[in-house]
């Protein structure tokens, strides 16, 4: 699936060591920015995209690259709530409803992950 090779792609750019002299505008960055925009683009809204975004945001948020990083986090959080992450109750659900109590808890955790990015992007 292309979600899951866009995750596993952003888990690299994250790993990955940027030296202090080089430009965080990799080439790997916008690779992973462009495959993400091409997945999003193909009509998928999952976990798995979120995530990836979320890695996303994080890399910009690290290496200062604003005002991507304040974007991303708009954007990521938005995608959020499309997939109905905000309120499990009076929502419907673009992702699959959970399936057992590591999924449900792996919702909460992804949700938490983009509000605290919010609040510290956008200070």
Avoid at 17 to 22: E, F, T
Wanted: hydrophobic share 45%; net charge neutral.
């Amino acid at each position: 699936a292309p979600d899951v090779t866009l995750l596993i792609l952003c888990m690299k750019l994250v790993i990955d060591k940027v030296s202090a002299a080089q430009n965080p505008r990799t080439m790997l960055y916008a690779v992973a920015k462009n495959f993400f925009l091409t997945v999003e683009s193909s009509g998928v809204a999952s976990m798995r995209l979120l995530q990836a975004g979320i890695l996303l945001c994080l890399y910009e948020t690290g290496h200062a690259i604003y005002p991507q990083a304040y974007i991303s986090i708009g954007h990521i959080g938005r995608l959020g709530q499309a997939i109905g992450l905000h309120d499990t109750a009076g929502v419907p659900q673009l992702a699959l409803e959970p399936g057992s109590w590591e999924e449900m808890e792996e919702r909460r955790r992804v949700w938490w992950a983009v509000y605290i990015l919010d609040r510290y992007v956008c200070l």
